[in-house]
């Protein structure tokens, strides 16, 4: 029998495959041998270390505390690497605004932003008010590296035995790091980061240099961040010229500026002061003897409390000074506006007394208003009731359904679709997907000329003019007459329920105020850095009005509105002696109450009711909001010269004197409307009524066959 593993090619392969198992059996045993002698070793040399009783526990203590360290260093790492980012950046570039703030006779009205004066050096900031500071702050400052351990753990044992936080446990180095790098947010990996960046400081910085940008930054209160800055505000005087009494005082306020500022609490800010002189005792800075005339003389700060500021309008001003001035490298600023004291004061007091008289009988509580002249410079606004119990400001944030004040918008659209004030319209029931609105009367009125349409405040001609002309256009409309906010298009938009604020309202009555020219409502006249050169001028830097409407389609409407308010919803805003023309607005359930009027010197625009958006006591545009419109005007007319009213003109019996026209007026000419024959014969009809309206001339001639007294039905609409 022949051999199987004779040489042949199948038998070498054979044998290699045994050789190659061989081998790896081979290596796998040797593998797993060195394991076993490896281990064996590893714990013979482990039972060296088999300590028992109070050994074993301090080494297996020592042993997880050191990993737990390892750990908590990664972790701790993990968190400042973060922080440390914000280290190379210019982060000792202070890049916040501190801006003061003029009327437009360039009387201060007050400030927003920070008081920040960083121009004193340390050598110049009196020696008790450094030391005033360190004795408060960090006694230790000079000998500790960024996070002073022995005095975290006297304040710990401290605070435990009160039962309460009556030390802190920062350094003064931890408290620029925060105030540098992060926030006052009270959280475990902020005080992670301000540990790391202490240390960060420390290394890179001189005690010197610390001690002088903490002396700068800490905010003081009273918008004052620093001690020069915080000095003029509460003293009127240098930080070099400081006595101290007065640096006990300032030194107190690093703790808790808000409570112990002078301004607002001076009593508790005496007490902080004298517990400032007993920690200079205690720290032996200096001797009682040295501190007895502070105690028994305390600081007098400046009454800064009788002056009251016109606070919602230098909101809304800082506002416009971040915006204009964004990416600019000069943050202190001296900005003129267009404020006005007299029509500020003018509209607090017509506000408040249309509060108070009806606020309770009528449930409302809220009221805004913004008032400018004809170029749009704001000149007065109430942002609500009361700044101190809520600063929110209603007249440029709050966003509020319209209502009938919205139809503006629809009416203009239609304006420049072909329509005419004297167009004949059909007030009958309409339905869209089975939304069918009323009007406020409950009945519908047939045909009638739009301007009566308008005067009578109908709703369902709007919405079927909406139907005709689309719904985008009229939202389309509204933004090119100046409305900011994005307006939600709806079957119902005819009616005002996309939310506008007061500004918005304002810009778009503006406009056809203006003779057409789209018009931004703005606070700042011309704005300077604080080397006093001129960096923002309105008229200089602001582009030239746009023509959004054109001048005919301005001078209709203006035609329309001034009949609202002698022959509508607003007669309660008739301004005696003077053409004024506006509409109302008035909300689903009374919520929300509107009138936007104007001159052809001022225009303004009301809102009134309540926060949570609950009902009124039924106050419609026509009332109160008209009312307190009127009242204001009147005030704001007072030794005015009238200006026209572009397409309409002046009142009659007006013992004011007419102003000139503007530089840019020339378009504003004045000129009555033609009737067509339609017109005409509707006029024929009402010539009874015709005969008990009330007529005023322009240039001369006499109002009668103007289109305004179109409407001439004695029952004014109350929405």
């Known amino acids: ?36 002698r490896f281990y064996t070793g590893y714990s013979a040399r482990l039972e060296r270390f088999n300590y028992r009783g109070f050994k074993r526990l301090f080494v297996e203590l020592a042993g997880d505390a050191a990993t737990l360290g390892v750990v908590g260093v990664v972790v701790l790492l993990a968190f400042a690497i973060p922080a440390f980012n ?94 540098v790098f992060l926030n006052n947010e009270r959280t475990l990996e902020r005080k992670i980061k301000e540990a790391f960046l202490s240390f960060w400081l420390e290394a890179n910085l001189t005690k010197a240099e610390i001690l002088k940008l903490y002396l700068d930054r800490a905010y003081l209160g009273g918008g004052a961040f620093g001690v020069e800055a915080a000095s003029q505000f509460y003293f009127n005087k240098s930080v070099r010229d400081i006595s101290l009494a007065e640096a006990s005082m300032l030194a107190g306020l690093f703790k808790a500026p808000t409570r112990y500022a002078p301004h607002i609490d001076l009593p508790a800010a005496r007490a902080r002061a004298n517990e400032v002189l007993t920690n200079l005792v205690q720290a032996g800075f200096m001797t009682e003897g040295q501190v007895l005339i502070a105690r028994r003389r305390p600081a007098e700060a400046v009454d800064r409390s009788a002056k009251k500021a016109p606070d919602y309008y230098l909101d809304w001003a800082y506002d416009e000074v971040q915006r204009l001035a964004a990416g600019g490298h000069d943050f202190s600023l001296t900005v003129k506006t267009a404020f006005d004291a007299d029509l500020q004061r003018a509209m607090d007091t017509a506000v408040e007394k249309t509060l108070r008289q009806y606020s309770k009988p009528r449930r409302v509580k809220q009221a805004a208003m913004a008032l400018s002249g004809i170029n749009g410079a704001v000149h007065a606004m109430v942002g609500g009731r009361d700044y101190g119990s809520s600063q929110f400001n209603r007249a440029s944030r709050a966003l509020r359904q319209p209502g009938s004040s919205f139809k503006l918008y629809v009416y203009m659209t239609a304006l420049m679709n072909g329509y005419k004030p004297n167009s004949v319209v059909s007030d009958a029931p309409i339905c869209i997907g089975g939304w069918c609105p009323r009007n406020y009367s409950g009945g519908y009125r047939g ?18 003019l909406s139907q005709q002309l689309g719904r985008d256009n009229i939202a389309d409309m509204a933004k090119n007459m100046g409305v900011q906010t994005p307006i939600r298009v709806s079957r119902s938009l005819a009616l005002g329920p996309s939310e506008v604020t007061v500004l918005d309202q304002l810009a778009g009555y503006l406009t056809t105020a203006n003779g057409g020219k789209r018009t931004r409502p703005y606070a700042i006249v011309e704005m300077r850095n604080s080397s006093g050169d001129l960096i923002y001028d309105h008229d200089r830097d602001e582009p030239a009005r746009e023509q959004a409407i054109p001048l005919e389609q301005a001078e209709m409407m203006n035609q329309m509105l001034v009949n609202v308010v002698n022959h509508g919803t607003a007669r309660r805003a008739i301004l005696p002696g003077i053409l004024a023309g506006g509409k109302t607005g008035t909300t689903q359930a009374y919520r929300d109450a509107w009138f936007i009027g104007f001159t052809g010197n001022y225009a303004a625009a009301v809102w009134m ?79 009874g009524a015709l005969s008990r309206a009330q007529r005023f001339n322009t240039g001369g001639s006499t109002r009668s066959d103007q289109v305004s007294a179109i409407d001439a039905a004695p029952q004014p609409a109350t929405q």
């Not at 290699?16 to 061989?22: M, W, Y």
């Not at 450094?130 to 351990?149: N, S």
């Not at 926060?611 to 030794?639: I, K, N, Y």
């Open 1 to 36: 029998m022949r051999d199987p593993f004779e040489s042949s090619r199948r038998g070498k392969f054979g044998l290699r495959l045994i050789e190659i198992d061989a081998f790896v059996n081979s290596a796998v045993y040797r593998l797993f041998e060195g394991l076993r």
């Open 86 to 179: 914000a280290t190379t950046k210019e982060w000792r570039d202070y890049q916040q605004f501190s801006v003061t703030f003029l009327d437009r006779y360039g009387n201060e009205i007050g400030r927003r932003g920070i008081r920040h004066d960083d121009g004193v050096p340390l050598s110049d900031i009196p020696d008790h008010l450094v030391k005033a500071v360190m004795a408060t702050e960090d006694r230790r400052f000079y000998y500790h590296f960024g996070v002073d351990f022995l005095g975290t753990f006297r304040a710990i044992v401290s605070n435990m035995r009160a039962g309460g936080v009556v030390e802190g446990g920062s350094t003064l180095t931890q408290q620029l790091a925060k105030n």
């Open 447 to 464: 045909r009638m000329p739009m301007i009566t349409a308008l005067t009578k405040s109908i709703n369902t001609i709007p919405v079927r």
């Open 609 to 687: 009711g309540n926060d949570d958006f609950t009902s009124t006591g039924r106050v419609t545009g026509g009332s109160l909001p008209a009312m307190t419109w009127q009242e204001v005007m009147v005030a704001a007319h007072e030794g005015e010269a009238i200006k026209p009213i572009p397409g309409v003109g002046y009142a009659e019996g007006s013992n004011l004197p007419v102003a000139a026209a503007d530089d840019d007026s020339s378009a504003q000419r004045l000129r009555a409307p033609t009737l067509s024959k339609e017109a005409a014969d509707v006029l024929h009809d009402l010539a």
